[in-house]
């Protein structure tokens, strides 16, 4: 069982199912006035103080077919780095991703809204990657390894995708799974404070980021 990851991904639909005009699900359904207040941009978080966009902005999906994607991705990686870490260190990754995420996005685009989970599914790879080769296992024959180097190489593909959340939350997922370590052998107080730092570190790198927005970096 994974209640962490069903919860996850049961929020994300019914949120999915608030925030979209149901009439328009083939286009363009999210509802404008739930993309203007509550998607991850720039301007409001460092100028306005809207801080929580750094979170909400995960939790909103373009279109079905955005939705249906990071759901799929996530109930299937969640699940198996919960089995492996316990649900406490599983909603710390996931938070430290989509942190990172956030951040990332707000670096390379500040002045676009963004909306989606993609970071925390990044950082859910980058974290399984670690976590299991740490712990004795080998990632890249299950094919794991190989869906991040194709995952990445799609971020700067194809069009419309904001490959500073994808990049950003697989470098926190990345550094999350240095944190835990060998999942086999509990280091419960060197965990805790590494992801707690880590969360730490990604709410600062959003909120400053978004004060790039009038000077992008990119």
């Not at 925390?120 to 980058?126: H, K, T």
């Not at 299991?132 to 995708?161: A, K, Q």
Request: glycine share 16%; proline share 3%.
């Amino acid at each position: 069982m994974a209640p962490a990851t069903l919860i996850l991904t049961a929020a994300n639909c019914l949120l999915f199912l608030y925030s979209h005009d149901l009439t328009m699900l083939g286009g363009s359904s999210l509802r404008r006035n739930v993309l203007l207040d509550w998607a991850t941009y720039g301007f409001p978080i460092s100028e306005l103080g809207e801080w929580w966009r750094l979170v909400t902005g995960a939790f909103l999906h373009a279109d079905i077919r955005h939705v249906l994607l990071n759901m799929i991705m996530l109930f299937l990686l969640g699940r198996r780095l919960e089995q492996q870490i316990g649900n406490g260190y599983f909603l710390a990754v996931c938070a430290t991703s989509l942190l990172w995420g956030s951040a990332g996005a707000l670096i390379a685009a500040p002045n676009t809204a963004v909306v989606g989970a993609s970071g925390v599914v990044y950082g859910l790879m980058g974290c399984l990657l670690v976590v299991e080769r740490l712990s004795g296992g080998d990632p890249w024959s299950d094919g794991l390894g190989t869906l991040i180097i194709v995952n990445v190489i799609l971020s700067f593909v194809v069009p419309g995708i904001s490959i500073g959340g994808h990049l950003g939350g697989l470098v926190g997922g990345l550094l999350c799974g240095f944190g835990i370590g060998d999942w086999r052998r509990r280091r419960l107080v060197a965990s805790f404070i590494s992801l707690a730092t880590l969360v730490g570190v990604g709410g600062l790198l959003g909120y400053f980021a978004a004060g790039t927005w009038l000077n992008p970096l990119f």
